[in-house]
């Protein structure tokens, strides 16, 4: 393996390099786990079990408010090896996760956890499901953990991509910690040049009296994106006449076809509340309760602007226009304003032991509910519509999920400490209520007659067991399984005038898993991983559709789980103040959920359809050290290689041979903090993503261009300085370079932040 020539190189990259603080590694028995906790450059417990059967890495509290600029709480995680986390703009919603083989189109891949409860929104598998990661202010925050790849029978198959874990902290005497921060931009793209800037505060207060112990936190963010939509035609070579007009920028999109652009839109003015507050009990040493309540709200208002200007100087926003001697026909929605209100809830219960027995066991409820979501938009163009009049009202109240998670760890002999054992049981329901109303004000008028609606419900229930077996000193063995029963039901689609139901199903699957560990010696740790996962269809991918005709069409009911067969090996290596892991992987996946065109059938259709096969082939790299080659230099750095080629398409063969849609080649991260003292410290980091599509037969050939997916290359830097015992000033900026680059919108351009924190 060594004979060939870039993996040298690879390792050595990431050896002289950079990504992400913190890691937690995996043991292998006893004997294992002390050794693997001398590899540990920072001793915080992790959060994942001790017996994780695959690679995991995390950032504590301390290194993420220290090297990162954190405004929202996905950025904590964004140097971590193999992430990308889709965050667009400051206070974007839509922040879903890609690893390893799952890129930015397929949010449903990926789990997200706080304490164990789902933040993950499993309604759908796209931009618009995002983990509610708003329900976590990062000043709670006691460290993250991501676990990749689905081989630990606890989770179920969405964890066949990135498994993200938050653990909050509770305090154990009085404390009190206030964040002010400002964030400004000059984006500058087309004829957009202008300043987006915002501002966030955080307060907290925590106490313990006695047994009881309480933590309360309110965030109120203010943010102003830049554009995240342009109005677009195809360049015209013929026809005459319409209103002359200049402004007009030309272009050409991502298949390599002229165009000219006519203005920007989605440029997203957000107030964002959250208020979470968690009561913990202990009734003995050994057995804690807690619940959590979380809200949530989002006033959002977006505004569009026209770059195209009459002969009187007037912007123009709809009609026929002669642009360069050519007719042009604008919509009346090519510039179409928004206003959305959002209130979620979250309720979440546990229940568990931890002790020193043979047995301990955990239960986790929870109940994740839509209370508001009302979206409105104009049927008009400006600038009619900003008066009023005429438009739509998209409601998605009743929208929600509810989860129950009973654990037990069985450790029989401690003194031999052979096996380990964990087993327990799921459920979980989603359900999706989703309608579209006209109204005659878009503004401030009420719902009048229906448009279309969705709505229906899936339901899981499935068991699982893992035994982590110590079979000799240095070797262990992790099987598990996990049977999962699924149900979809109710599922209904509507149009104005008429309603039909979905048949109900109900299907069995079993996963899977296996893990062999060797502790090869003193320093090395080497470890091989097996799992299979299937991943469910969402209530969206199974019933969003319409009508035609008294017939359902656009949808398919009947769409199969998507299936991963995933290995890994992985070898470990402690450097004394560091650890060096270099970790192999491959994921077969056969009927991957994606929305294309059916070409094999006349008329074509396009929704939701399973493609035959997808396999991602890569080799990935961490390294992370403290007091490297000098006293307070923090180093780590991970670089990854994935080949993700879709095998075989039947209803789409023009993509068979192609790569998979926003799986890049290469990934990097880097981060290197140094501390000048106690007081002082700077971070310098890095990010870097490769060619990557995003169409599934890959004729985006044009990337760096709005709707294209482009490479890029990211510089962020951080200053932060100890003013005094409770007082801290930060200073940073993203995207010093100021690259522009884009996953279909644009990302956001150089961005200075500035923070003063109190701790009591």
Known sequence: MHKKPWLPRLVA??????????????????????????????????????NLPAVSEGVTAEEMMESVNVVNTEDAVKYLPSLQIRKRYIGDRNSIVASRSSGTLVSARSLVYADGLLLSNLLGNSYNFPPRWSLVSPEEIERIDVIYGPYAAAYPGNSMGATILMTTRLPEKFEAHARVQGFWQNFRLYGTDSDYNGFQ??????????????????????????????ATL????????????????????????ARVVLGA?????????AFKV???????PALRAAYTLGYWRNDSDVTVQSYLRDAAGNPVYSGNVNIDGFKYTVAANAFQPGKRTEENWLHGLTLKTQSDKEWNWEAVASWYGVGTDEQRSPSAALPGAQSGGAGQIALNDGTGWRTLDLKADWRPGLDQGRHEASFGYHYDRYTLDSRVYNTADWLSGGTTTRVKAYAGNTETQALFAQDAWRFASDWKLTLGGRYERWNAFGGAISNSGTTLAYAARTEDYFSPKASLAWQATSDWLLRASLGKAYRMPTVSELFQGSISSGAIVNNDPNLRPEKALSGELSAERSLGNGLLRLTLFQDDAEDALYSQTNMTVFPTVTNIQNIDKIRTR?????FQGKDVGLRGLDLSGSITYANSEILKNDKFPASAGMQQPRVPDWRAAAAATWHQGDLLSYTLAARYSGRQYGTLDNTDGYPNTYGGTSRFFVVDARVNYRLAKQFTASAGVDNLNNCKYYAYHPYPQRTFHAEVKFDY
């Open 13 to 50: 990259v990431v050896y002289a390099g950079v990504a992400v603080p913190g890691f937690c590694a995996d043991d292998a028995g006893q004997k294992a786990d002390a050794q693997l906790q001398e590899m540990v450059v920072r001793g915080e417990k992790p959060a994942v079990d001790r």
């Open 201 to 230: 505060t955080n307060a907290s207060l925590g106490n313990r009296q006695d047994d009881l112990a309480w933590f309360a936190s309110f965030n109120h963010l203010d943010s102003h994106g830049q554009p995240m939509t342009f």
């Open 234 to 257: 195809p360049a015209a070579t013929s026809g005459a006449g319409g209103t002359p007009v200049t402004g007009a920028y030309r272009d050409t999109n991502p298949n390599g076809a």
């Open 265 to 273: 839109a989605g440029i997203d003015h957000s107030v964002q509340d």
């Open 278 to 284: 968690k009561f913990a009990y202990d009734f003995s």
């Open 618 to 622: 890569g080799v990935e790299a961490a």
